[in-house]
């Protein structure tokens, strides 16, 4: 299987700060990776796709970069309904699998 | 706009079959632009792809399930079914029925999830 590491697990942010987390495969996975914004209760919502395309409706504060095994997802200018949990899915292989998640707070 | 709703027990006894249901309702099940299934969370925890399906076509399954989940499509009843066999209290989790794009493979749509519990 493919194994997703995200970092930091937790983070410390106020709005007005730009906001970027790391996601790294455990190998190559080209561009098939995807993030997503969780709040809690409610199901994942997905922000980006194919590393860098912004999914329709998703504010233009998101943004995803990054190729083969290193990604970046980064929030400018955060908001207050920003603050959530953050994960990174891989699509290149099944079984698909996702980051631990990063909780911005 | 899709819609996803979940629907099933709360509560599964130790060594039982969990049967979910998931209606879709906005969407082509039929569609052949896109994969239907489930993903599971733990309380608290991350995020497992149980697998999925492409309608006539044949499922995948996350191989950690070890052989105990079915996947089915019912295009008449616009339905997703999931069946997860000998029950332990590990698969405690909420499940969420989703749909996935066939090139990307990114889940777009989710529903609400179900909370699971299994206990005697």
């Known amino acids: 299987d493919i194994q997703m590491t995200q970092f930091p697990s937790s983070l410390s942010a106020s709005v007005g700060d730009r906001v970027t987390i790391t996601c790294r495969a455990s190998?190559?996975?080209?561009?098939?990776l995807n993030w997503y914004q969780q709040k809690p209760g409610r199901a994942p919502k997905v922000l980006i796709y194919?590393?860098?395309s912004l999914q329709s409706g998703v504010p233009s504060r998101f943004s995803g970069s990054g190729s083969e095994t290193d990604f970046t997802l980064t929030i400018t200018n955060l908001q207050p309904e920003d603050f959530a949990t953050y994960f990174c899915?891989?699509?290149?292989?099944?079984?698909?699998?996702f980051g631990g998640g990063t909780k911005v707070e | 706009q899709v819609q996803l709703q979940e629907s099933g027990p709360g509560l599964v006894k130790p060594s039982q079959t969990l049967s979910l249901t998931c209606t879709v309702s906005?969407?082509?099940?039929?569609?052949?632009?896109?994969?239907w299934g489930w993903i599971r969370q733990h309380p608290g925890k991350g995020l497992e792809w149980l697998g999925y399906?492409?309608?006539?076509?044949?499922?995948y399954y996350n191989p950690s399930l070890k052989g105990r989940l079915s996947i089915g499509v019912d295009t008449s009843a616009s339905q997703v079914s999931l069946k997860l066999n000998s029950m332990t209290a590990a698969d405690s989790a909420v499940y969420y029925c989703?749909?996935?794009?066939?090139?990307?493979?990114?889940?777009?749509?989710w529903g609400q999830g179900t909370l699971v519990t299994v206990s005697s």
């Open positions: 399906i492409y309608s006539g076509g044949s499922p």
């Open positions: 906005g969407a082509s099940i039929s569609s052949n632009r896109h994969y």
């Open positions: 190998q190559s996975i080209n561009a098939f």
């Open positions: 899915q891989q699509s290149f292989r099944t079984p698909l699998t």
């Open positions: 194919a590393a860098s």
């Open positions: 989703v749909r996935a794009q066939t090139v990307e493979l990114v889940f777009d749509s």
